[in-house]
């Protein structure tokens, strides 16, 4: 069976026997992308891992990405692999901060790893996993780095403390203002001043390179 031909036969397949669950199915690329309900995912793994039709024995990734501006912020795709009919199928399900995923620990083991590391970055809870813990951030960290309402500079920093002679946590405080730099400008100028003196301009780093230049070329 050819590798375009299963796509199209397995799309038409799953989309009658599972129309209760399954909101929409796209082919791209030669990829098969199946969009479910978020409660329905261990019971569509089971259907894909056991079904004679399907057998995608392989879970290769889970990933996540937060979508903030939507109800449904959060889109976790799966991606499946078959050896047998040598083919690929995303299953794709969306869902917020409230809701929860069913673990797929029991169906993929390898999914333990995978489901720690959307835990730990976005916060989404799976139940019935039997060691769902920080995987990539440290001891006692508060919030989800990758969720797009977590500030990119974080709320701690660690630092050595050299009176206590201990590594310890501090509020993150940055030593200057975040500033705009131009190359037309020099260190620390006003950038709403337009015009600057030719004293000033001849230490902009544009016009030592042309005062440079203008002297090889002599």
């Given at each position: 069976m050819l590798y375009k031909?299963?796509?199209?036969?397995?799309?038409?397949?799953?989309?009658?026997?599972?129309?209760?669950?399954?909101?929409?199915?796209?082919?791209?690329?030669?990829?098969?992308?199946?969009?479910?309900?978020?409660?329905?995912?261990?019971?569509?793994?089971?259907?894909?891992?056991?079904?004679?039709?399907?057998?995608?024995?392989?879970?290769?990734?889970?990933?996540?990405v937060d979508y903030i501006t939507r109800s449904n912020r959060f889109e976790v795709s799966y991606l499946f692999l078959s050896l047998k009919y040598y083919s690929r199928v995303n299953v794709v399900v969306n869902l917020n901060e409230l809701?929860?995923?069913?673990?797929?620990?029991?169906?993929?083991?390898?999914?333990?790893?995978?489901?720690r590391e959307v835990w730990d970055m976005f916060g989404i809870f799976f139940s019935y996993h039997n060691d769902l813990r920080r995987i990539l951030t440290d001891y006692g960290f508060k919030g989800y780095p990758l969720r797009k309402d977590f500030p990119l500079s974080g709320y701690v920093e660690v630092i050595y403390d050299f009176d206590s002679e201990l590594v310890s946590y501090v509020p993150v405080k940055f030593i200057q203002e975040f500033r705009y730099y131009s190359y037309?400008?020099?260190?620390?100028?006003?950038?709403?001043?337009?015009?600057?003196?030719?004293?000033?301009?001849?230490?902009?780093?544009?016009?030592?390179?042309?005062?440079?230049?203008?002297?090889?070329?002599?």
């Open positions: 031909n299963y796509l199209s036969f397995f799309k038409q397949y799953v989309s009658l026997m599972h129309t209760r669950y399954i909101n929409k199915i796209v082919v791209d690329k030669n990829q098969l992308f199946v969009y479910i309900s978020y409660n329905f995912i261990r019971q569509f793994s089971l259907f894909l891992r056991d079904h004679s039709i399907s057998l995608f024995k392989v879970l290769i990734e889970i990933a996540c809701n929860f995923l069913g673990s797929l620990t029991s169906i993929y083991s390898n999914s333990s790893w995978y489901e037309d400008l020099y260190w620390g100028s006003d950038l709403s001043k337009k015009k600057l003196t030719s004293s000033v301009n001849l230490f902009s780093y544009r016009n030592v390179l042309k005062n440079s230049f203008k002297k090889l070329d002599n």
